[in-house]
């Protein structure tokens, strides 16, 4: 079945319905592209057809841009340049959008050419963007629940199907910019408001055909084309477009720290592009666009952050013969602030919800939270009253626990002490049906201690969100040593539910998550036990692409709960407990009563507001700064290294058993420098023999922290990668 079909009406229009056969969203697709070509060739070399209308047979939306499985096979078919071959593919797509940008008009005249309109149904994305982007007039349906923008920053990328020169020549750098750079995605008032789209219409393809039976010579003939064009805003040569420039420089760089290849590689394309003819400036798109296709950066994050994120949505961990789970009635024991995300967040995906606490007092804070964010969403014009009372109608804040009857899954969120999670288990599952699972919010306790309370510990699992709860994307689920499949597939639905990315992982101290964002925060300590000054550590994990450095992220976690956490961990593993500097340094600060952002007083200082105003030199008192600084580079190994080793452990000993899950997991968990694609996807890249040798390296010089694992010891022996050994496909074979 074709993807894009033409059809032509009695009053001279013709229609090209893009439907890709077994999709619920329209993707491009090689095939796509030349029906498209074909279609066009088609309607323009036809005297019987007046205009063209290009619309989608999806209801509800017009396309979710390119299949970015499609960007990896032409690197792979290019051969020996796949460089030359990624800049002709390119260049073959601006042939066809421009096709129908000029729509066979005279090239001196500008007259002749038959209009085309884009008829949009909903969501346009990505080259779903691009490709109305070159018709001459777009039209999008009055779809409150659509969105259209460029989203391809987010995975690395660019837009490099012309959208990023037509949006810079249409609206300016200025206003292009964050469209270009943030990837935003904006409903249809405020495209049309910002220049994106032309016209909402209850009915588009009707509007469409109108448009283009009425059409004139003029108005299609786009600004960029036109005798006397100037760049909205001013080009880089004009005063005012000089210093819009430098300014969208210093923002690119203020937000990615250099860590981004994309973001600098959009911008140049925009700079240059600006300064030539619009067929030079779409060459020169494509060139930059190859750079970053080049640049294994872009691969990786487009595997990790899009099609290994993507397949974890969908279940590709999820035990095959479990029937649907999916949670009808939901029990959060414990209405702090975790338990309070977990309702609100369940209370999001439509579950009714029982939060119990201790009393009603605290039970109705909990519930408060809901309502306080609900609130926001009123200020702000996303949520409605009624849509605030239906949610808030779905949760039930008490301390009576028979209200737990007829739940399906119960997920506990108590204070992390044994002995008060034995107690509450063993109440509610005197309660609570037999099938119901039962699954705890730890983070740090094994879930097999703790499934020894229950019992049904087929039943029992670990279920742990990151905070907020409402914001934070990743579930990490745990499974313990008597852990079932139902358990697993329950966990897996649920987090579906409530829109969440999952990682499934073996049960361990401290899991997946936490064993490696400990040992960041760990290496960063000793640093500065070291004599390193603080805002080397921190200005050094900001430029790997970190949200923020491991110093400041000590103060928002808070520093007395690093210290709970390392006593409790030297209490269970006794005399194997590996003590460090990073250690006395942390009991030093708790003492000192400096707890982090929330005491206003931690490796910062703060103003009454609990504005962070500079790092405390109070602690050079206790470890003076070394007169000589190490090197930036080795500092950024030191805290790169220290987190990719314990993924290493991890994948060895059996934590985590699909690699996806480490790299999806680390980024999502903590922004593990998100360019490289994960800690696993980082190796590779750097590749194993450097990696071992480097490990050897550090663990000379700083310790066995940096010991190289065996696996990766093997691995750069037979010049192996991670995705090349333990790839699902790989696998499989």
């Not at 499985?69 to 290019?78: G, P, S």
């Not at 919800?353 to 926001?376: M, N, P």
């Not at 490796?603 to 050079?620: A, L, M, N, P, T």
Request: net charge negative; aromatic share 8%.
């Amino acid at each position: 079945m074709a993807e894009f079909t033409l059809s032509k009406d009695a009053d001279g229009v013709a229609i090209i319905t893009w439907d890709v056969p077994g999709k619920t969203m329209n993707v491009m697709s090689f095939t796509g592209l030349e029906e498209l070509d074909a279609c066009i060739d088609e309607a323009l070399a036809d005297d019987t057809v007046k205009g063209i209308v290009i619309t989608s047979g999806k209801d509800g939306s017009f396309a979710g841009g390119m299949d970015l499985n499609l960007l990896a096979v032409m690197k792979e078919q290019a051969g020996d340049d796949p460089a030359k071959g990624l800049f002709e593919g390119t260049m073959k797509m601006h042939g066809l959008l421009r096709k129908i940008e000029l729509a066979g008009m005279d090239p001196k005249s500008k007259k002749g050419g038959k209009p085309i309109a884009a008829a949009l149904p909903g969501t346009a994305a990505g080259i779903g963007l691009e490709l109305p982007l070159a018709t001459h007039r777009i039209f999008v349906s009055d779809n409150p629940k659509a969105k259209y923008g460029l989203p391809e920053i987010l995975v690395g990328i660019f837009p490099g199907a012309g959208g990023t020169t037509r949006l810079a020549k249409k609206l300016g750098a200025v206003a292009a910019a964050p469209l270009l750079l943030e990837g935003k995605m904006l409903d249809a008032k405020k495209a049309k408001g910002v220049g994106i789209i032309d016209e909402v219409a209850a009915d588009p393809v009707a509007a469409a055909k109108e448009w283009v039976l009425n059409a004139k010579d003029a108005d299609i003939v786009k600004p960029w084309d036109a005798k006397g064009y100037k760049m909205p805003g001013g080009a880089p040569y004009h005063p005012a477009g000089f210093m819009n420039f430098v300014g969208a420089s210093a923002m690119v760089h203020g937000k990615t720290q250099g860590a981004f290849p994309a973001a600098k590689a959009l911008l140049s394309a925009v700079y240059e592009g600006a300064l030539v003819d619009f067929d030079t400036a779409l060459k020169i798109e494509a060139r930059w666009f190859t750079n970053v296709l080049m640049n294994p950066s872009s691969g990786a994050m487009i595997r990790s952050l899009f099609l290994n994120k993507e397949a974890l949505e969908k279940g590709a961990v999820r035990p095959k013969d479990v029937p649907d789970q999916r949670v009808k009635k939901l029990g959060v024991l414990g209405a702090g602030m975790m338990g309070a995300g977990i309702a609100l967040v369940s209370a999001q995906a439509g579950m009714e919800v029982v939060l119990i606490d201790r009393d009603q007092e605290s039970a109705d804070r909990g519930k408060a939270y809901t309502e306080a964010y609900l609130d926001k969403g009123i200020k702000r014009g996303k949520v409605t009253q009624d849509k605030k009372d239906a949610m808030l109608g779905l949760i039930t804040a008490t301390p009576n626990l028979d209200q737990l009857k007829g739940c399906d899954l119960i997920i506990e969120a108590v204070f992390e002490d044994p002995k008060v999670k034995a107690e509450m288990t063993q109440k509610v599952e005197a309660i609570i049906p037999e099938d119901c699972i039962f699954a705890s919010n730890t983070s740090t306790l094994p879930i097999t201690g703790l499934a020894k309370a229950s019992k049904r510990p087929e039943q029992f699992i670990g279920i742990h969100f990151f905070s907020p709860v409402e914001k934070m994307l990743l579930v990490e689920i745990i499974k313990g040593k008597e852990t079932g499949d139902r358990a697993v597939a329950k966990a897996l639905d649920y987090v579906r539910q409530i829109r969440k990315t999952p990682i499934v992982v073996n049960d361990a101290r401290f899991f997946y998550c936490n064993r490696c964002i400990i040992p960041y925060g760990n290496e960063a300590t000793r640093m500065v036990t070291e004599g390193v000054a603080p805002v080397l550590i921190d200005n050094a994990a900001r430029q790997l692409g970190f949200p923020v450095g491991p110093i400041q992220l000590g103060d928002e976690t808070s520093i007395d709960l690093a210290a709970k956490i390392t006593r409790a961990t030297k209490e269970a593993m006794g005399n194997e407990y590996p003590a460090s500097e990073a250690d006395d340094l942390v009991f030093w600060m708790e003492a000192e009563g400096r707890l982090g952002r929330k005491a206003k007083a931690g490796y910062f200082d703060y103003d009454e507001k609990g504005k962070r105003v500079g790092y405390w030199k109070g602690i050079h008192d206790k470890y003076p700064l070394a007169d000589e600084q190490p090197d930036l580079i080795e500092v950024q190994e030191r805290l790169m290294f220290v987190q990719a080793l314990e993924a290493v452990r991890a994948l060895e000993e059996g934590v985590i058993e699909d690699i996806r899950e480490a790299d999806v997991g680390a980024i999502l968990a903590w922004g593990f420098a998100p360019w490289s694609g994960g800690p696993l996807s980082w190796l590779d890249i750097i590749g194993a023999p450097y990696a071992a040798q480097r490990c050897d390296e550090l663990t000379e010089k700083f310790g066995p922290r940096f010991t190289c694992p065996p696996l990766l010891r093997e691995m750069a022996e037979k010049g192996q990668t991670f995705y090349g050994r333990f790839a699902p496909e790989k696998k499989a074979a």
